[in-house]
């Protein structure tokens, strides 16, 4: 019943910067939580960052200063502006997105994953 559908990742420079975007669809009638997350080659998926709708946002300690989270509510997206980039931040990104449907009058909850956008920091 939700979509999400991300989009900017690719192949970067160390020190270069990349912005991903995770854009929601579907017949959503509020978001309360989004957020990002990766999985490195042979590692556990991992938090990156989260921001809530009243945009107070939280990051892992490796990506702090160097990435930002921000959203947008008029259209449903999520993004991350990814600065400084290390050959460590090399992973398959995903984003998360938690709110609630309208279906048939009723509210319910759900929780969305989007496709994983692979971002890859190489000379």
């Known amino acids: 019943q939700v979509q999400l559908v991300e989009s900017g990742g690719g192949l970067v420079q160390p020190g270069g910067s990349l912005r991903l975007s995770c854009a929601a669809s579907?017949?959503?009638?509020?978001?309360?939580?989004m957020g990002w997350y990766r999985q490195a080659p042979g590692k556990q998926r991992e938090l990156v960052g989260t921001?809530?709708?009243?945009?107070?946002?939280n990051y892992a300690d490796s990506v702090k200063g160097r990435f930002t989270i921000s959203r947008d509510n008029a259209k449903d997206t999520v993004y991350l502006q990814m600065n400084s980039l290390k050959p460590e931040d090399t992973a398959v990104y995903y984003c998360?997105?938690?709110?609630?449907?309208?279906?048939?009058?009723?509210?319910?909850?759900?929780?969305?994953w989007g496709q994983g956008t692979l971002v890859t920091v190489s000379p």
């Open positions: 998360n997105i938690g709110g609630t449907v309208r279906i048939v009058a009723i509210n319910r909850n759900f929780d969305a």
């Open positions: 921001i809530t709708s009243g945009v107070t946002t």
């Open positions: 579907g017949s959503i009638a509020s978001i309360n939580y």
